[in-house]
């Protein structure tokens, strides 16, 4: 009896192995322009879109994990020129993504976490994080009361050269996060900036 319970094991240990989800594969990446590199995870979906990019003053990337549900967990990764067309400075950003806009850190659907100092990426660049949640409906168009709870961390890096600054945001549904966060933790420890 002890050997057939072995043996079932042993079988059964290789189908398991299969199911676990693999870990993904990465690679190097390096921004048109050298605004930035970094590891991206191989198996999520890439997008650039450079339509706006000289006009606006923004470059940057945008990945979507494989098989999301609801909510699909998303990673940014953008440089803001000096002068862009959205944020006059880090500080700017920062402001504006650690409250809402009436200056609120908390309301019934929002919660902005402290921003703290950090270091990012292979240089230890300084930076500052912060994570927030949003409470989210996922058919704002529709009379759907559906919703999910986004969790998001945001670093954000000033530029060594030439000013303006760096933005890395993960952003995912809750019950994901831990899933997905330590590919966005990979991607910003070797992340590299102008």
């Known amino acids: 009896m002890i050997r057939l319970a072995a043996a ?29 590199s970094c590891e991206l995870p191989s198996d999520w979906q890439f997008t650039h879109d450079e339509a706006y990019q000289e006009e606006d003053g923004i470059y940057g990337i945008e990945l979507a994990a494989p098989k999301a549900g609801k909510a699909p967990a998303v990673i940014y990764v953008t440089y803001y020129a000096p002068g862009n067309a959205d944020f006059k400075d880090k500080d700017d950003f920062v402001r504006r993504n650690s409250r809402n806009a009436l200056g609120e850190t908390k309301s019934p659907t929002e919660t902005y976490g402290p921003v703290k100092k950090t270091v990012v990426g292979k240089a230890k660049a300084a930076a500052f994080t912060m994570v927030n949640e949003e409470k989210r409906f996922l058919y704002p168009e529709s009379r759907s009361e559906e919703s999910v709870v986004m969790k998001e961390m945001f670093y954000v890096v000033p530029a060594a050269k030439g000013g303006g600054f760096h933005v890395l945001h993960f952003s995912a549904a809750k019950a994901d996060y831990g899933k997905y966060l330590p590919v966005f933790r990979r991607l910003a420890d070797s992340f590299k900036g102008v």
């Open 8 to 36: 079932l094991l042993l079988a059964a240990a290789p189908a398991a192995a299969k199911e676990a989800p693999q870990s993904p594969k990465y690679k190097a990446y390096t921004m048109p322009g050298d605004y930035f």
